[in-house]
Every structure is written in structure tokens, then in C-alpha cells.
């Protein structure tokens, strides 16, 4: 699976404006709502809230992984969003968020959900693509750098 086939272009915001972490998980669910129709913005949100309570997905490097399964959703949806300024999300390293990329899966996806979000982290544990990410200035810079750390996999 790569994730340019999951990932919703046009749900991808490079200026987040929240400064909280439930700011951030609203804004991540209104943006997937928007571009996709089978998507439920609040029933998104309550998705991804109940997941973050159990603990937190900021993984640390200035990135987290919001996620969750949803009920009635067709398929894997993915998206990207990053914080200029930076979010305390609840990171395991206490340090600031301003990588996220969201993933969300139909309620039974089963090992879809892992081999993604396995996938996802290996993108990020690499120092060069979090900078190109941190640094791309348009959406396509955005999606050129994941397809280029697609095409390693």
C-alpha cells in the first residue's frame, strides 16, 4: 500500500490554525469532511478524540499520528496537516507538534490499519523527510516528498 493512494490531497493544510490539540483533531476532521462526503466531520472528531484518551499519538520529533476506525467508512483516508508555530498535542517527548498526519480506516480494517500506520512512522523516524515537510512551501512540495519516501518502500 502506498500512501499517496490513501492520502487526501485536498484535505492537506500547511497552516493549521489551532493552538490546542482539540483544535488541531477539529481542524484535521472538518478539512477530511470537506473533501470527502462519506466522511462525518463530528463523528470524525469523537472518533479521534476517544483514541487520543487512551493515549496520545504525538510520537515525538515534532509529530503525531491522529488516528482511528470508523464506522461505514469505504476505505482507508489519509491526510496531512502541519503547525508553523507548533501544538502541545501530549507528545512522548513533551515537545512541541508540527508534523500530523491523519489516518482514518473503516471500522474493520484489521492489518490495513497497521501495515499504514507502520508505514506512516517509518516515513517519519527519517530526520531529512520530516525537514522537507517541515519546510515545503507549497502542497505539491508536500506531495513530492511523500512520493519520494513512497517509491523507498
Not at 508534523?99 to 531529512?128: M, N, T, W, Y
Request: avoid cysteine; glycine fraction near 6%; charged fraction near 30%.
Amino acid at each position: 500500500m502506498k500512501i499517496m493512494d490513501i492520502l487526501v490531497r485536498d484535505a492537506v493544510i500547511l497552516d493549521l490554525t489551532a493552538t490546542d490539540k482539540r483544535g488541531v483533531i477539529d481542524e484535521l476532521a472538518s478539512a477530511l469532511a470537506k473533501a470527502e462526503p462519506e466522511v462525518d466531520a463530528d463523528r470524525l472528531r469523537a472518533v479521534l478524540l476517544e483514541r487520543e484518551e487512551l493515549q496520545s499519538t504525538g510520537i515525538g520529533d515534532g509529530v503525531a499520528i491522529p488516528h482511528g476506525k470508523m464506522p461505514g467508512l469505504p476505505r482507508l483516508l489519509a491526510s496531512f496537516a502541519r503547525s508553523r508555530n507548533g501544538v502541545d498535542f501530549e507528545s512522548i517527548d513533551g515537545q512541541l507538534t508540527n508534523l500530523f498526519f491523519l489516518l482514518v480506516v473503516p471500522e474493520h480494517s484489521g492489518g490495513q490499519h497497521l501495515k499504514a500506520l507502520a508505514r506512516i512512522s517509518r516515513f517519519f523516524r527519517d530526520a531529512a523527510f520530516r525537514k522537507d515537510l517541515a519546510e515545503a512551501e507549497t502542497a505539491a512540495d508536500v506531495f513530492r516528498a511523500l512520493e519520494e519516501e513512497d517509491a523507498k518502500f
